[in-house]
């Protein structure tokens, strides 16, 4: 049974700083493309950041980018994501997404089609 589990939301300043953890497990493969997203009600889930696991090349959206770093301990199977000088419009939910799709990392580029998913943790950003 495959379970990605969310954790590190909660509430901040702009200005501030929140890492989240996604832990992964019961993926069948080897390597995954893992992807960090957000959504708030009424607008289009967008996806911040994307990795392969077994690379090392990250797909940044532009909302995010120099602010917002993904990283990944193969060891612990999770996916970080390092959210700095946060703004108001940062605020979301934000969910762990898996899918395989080969070895290739240039795979991970494409954002859509995620087929694992985690349950969510809520960012909340003050102003």
């Known amino acids: 049974q495959v379970q990605l589990v969310e954790s590190g939301g909660g509430s901040v300043q702009a200005g501030g700083s929140l890492t989240l953890s996604c832990h992964a497990s019961?993926?069948?493969?080897?390597?995954?493309?893992m992807g960090w997203f957000r959504q708030v009600p009424g607008q289009e889930r967008e996806r911040v950041a994307g990795?392969?696991?077994?690379?090392?090349?990250?797909y940044y959206a532009d909302s995010v980018k120099g602010r917002f770093i993904m990283s990944q301990d193969n060891n612990k199977n999770t996916v970080y994501l390092h959210m700095n000088s946060l703004k108001t419009e940062d605020t979301a939910m934000y969910y762990c997404?898996?899918?395989?799709?080969?070895?290739?990392?240039?795979?991970?580029?494409?954002?859509?089609?995620?087929?694992?998913w985690g349950q969510g943790t809520q960012v909340t950003v003050s102003s």
């Open positions: 019961g993926l069948p493969y080897d390597t995954y493309c």
């Open positions: 997404a898996a899918d395989y799709r080969g070895a290739s990392p240039l795979a991970c580029a494409r954002e859509a089609d995620y087929t694992y």
């Open positions: 990795i392969h696991t077994g690379g090392i090349h990250i």
